[in-house]
């Protein structure tokens, strides 16, 4: 009896802690982390999180550290490189201790921005400064929570040695001829076609990047709340539809349960796979694998997606990763400065091959093809991305997750129960479904 | 207090109660007293509240709200996700993968009780053998998973040593639907076998000698030995074993997540629970799922203590 009255005790204490927890936030007064005018008068310790681990241990970080030291003599900045950038961070969030300068997981919700991020300026003031890719994404009412660094594209990733010896010189125009080029490669040269990196799951992910570059709509991600996503001639369909076929025609690798992401930037580099669906920002890691591997960096090359429309390539610019400032940030200037020092001073946009927020930035050279080619970029508007988000999550179809990519693949190696039809037909109930849900 | 001194002169041998009374044993002030154990106990009592009781009572405080794992706000919706998850058959249809773990805990158990029985016994290099038998399970769950990941690839390991023996199988060990529940639950045995093993041959190894020297001069096999003598020796661990495994199948996790992450048929109930938690931000949702499975093993732990009461060995 003695011991009952005990765990009860205990429970309820536990309860009456847990039920604490929940309220008690602090006041949140935003101030707003505008960017400072005078950088002697900027000072204090801020502590930067990043996900990339890589630079913070190579010194590179430290190194931009130092420029920046230059113009702002007065703030010191630690870096905190974060493996499980994702994970730990947006747990980290239920707390104030979320670094001063964080990139914002994509877990957290847009409306919620202002809880968490002291507001950059007014979308006006910056849209003078920034790309629509840099602010685009940030937007609650009209202020700026968010800064992405700077943005990609996506396209295929090929190796150019091994589609030359197929006999494919010339970028494929529609999803029929890309499955030639591949089938050419098969025969003519024993490589893998293309990789799918089915277990790591998140390069599947970047499929759904397709949205707009099939149908060159700047608007197609604002539509996929009112549409089905997957209906014919959409993005999705015809992205889905090749990963299908891709497969499907057994254009892949044997057993994509067993896939390495680290091996593929080596097997892609020598030419043992042709081909893989990526950002541009794979570009610089492809490269890098082939020098490592004793390859020319020139062989890696960068395609879009095999669709025109008016007879031209489109390609939509997709911002990474936002900067922001916390909210709870005693030095919310000398976090601001920071951002800016990195987006206008610092090289990491030519470095990662990719495109600046600044306006008028130079683009950088590994999409030279592209602009001799005359694709057309385009700035996918986000208007909607809150809502698109709400009804993803809801539906749990997860068209930025692997899952169901996971799936298409399972269905076309023939692993798995159904046809691409049922599939299609189930993603686009569950997503009218939620859709209806979230008014 | 008053019991405990009565009971302590009920005890005095009755030479001792004819001579001068003794002086009483000096006593701290009860209050004291009674603090001293919980005293001892503070420590692993804090740490029990604080990393088992209070994150259960977060996570059942958690499932009657939408909270989505970011937000500052949570909005209370009564029993919505209890609702949810109960009219969604297809959440629990992942519990079907537990038959294949549960049908290697089966296995895991016969295997270790058969080794243990042997090792019992003097056998050459027993010491070797029990090392090599409880080695994996010293082994990190992540290293295990990846070092398998090796293992099951096409032309990895096992293609590779069953080329040798001339059996070209061709078949995906994670990539065919039919095996990858029975590939991974065999990673679950190999790791598993060791502690189950290890435990049994403790238990075996307390049974008294005499018992054994008794069997012999009777002349019973080792079969009989092991049926009358030892089953029945280490009945409350063998109980205890099945407890794990029934729980353990129940709530497989870190070797399918790290191995195939869930993909294709591997997806178990954990799995599910921390994809609609961490993917989908429905960490509401994923916390009644993770109350209803704690529910599930509680109710069969206590099924199982009823139908196989644990009666106290009873040796000395």
Redesign the interface.
Known sequence: MKRRALAGVLLSAALVVAGCSGSGDAATDDSGALSPTDPAAVSGDITVLTNRTDLVTDGTMQKYADLFNKDYPNVKVKFEGITDYEGEVKIRMNTDKYGDVLLIPNSVVTADYPKFFASLGGATDLAGKYTAAGIGKGKVGDKIYGLAGFSFINGFVYNKDVWAAAGVTAWPKTPAEFLDALQAVKTKTGATPYYTNYKDGWPLSSWSSVIGSATCDAAANDKLPTANPWAAGSDLNTGDKLLYDIVKNKLSESDPTTTNWEDSKGLLATGKIATMWLGSWSLAQMQDAAKKAGKNPDSIGYMPFPAQVGGKFCSVVAPDYQSAVNIHSPHKAAARAWIDWILEKSDTAAVNQAISAIKGAPLPGALKPFTEAGVTFIDLSQADSAKVSKIDNQSEVGISKPEYRQHIIDVARGAGKGSLDDIFADLAKKWADAAAMAG | MTDLKTRHSAGLPAAAAGTAPAPPPRHRPGWRRQLTPWLYLSAALVLL?TFT??P???M??YSFTDW?????D?TFVGADNYVELFTRPELFQVFFVSLYYLAAAVLQIVVALYFATILTFKTRFRNLFKGLLFFPYLINGVAVAFVF?YF???D?TLDSVLAIVGAHPDK?W????DL?NVSLSGVSVWRFLGLNFVLFLGAMQSIPAELHEAAEIDGASKWQVFRSIIAPSIRPIIGLSVILSISGSLSVFEIPFIM??G??ESKTFVIQTV??A?????MGLASAMAVVLLAIILLITWAQRRLVPDERADRS
Do not use: C, E, M
């Open positions: 509240v009781y209070i259960v009572a977060n059942i405080s989505d794992g970011v937000s500052p949570k990941l099951f690839k096409q990895g995906l994670l990539g065919d639907p990858v195939t992450r993909f294709g994809k609609l961490f993917d989908f931000n429905k």
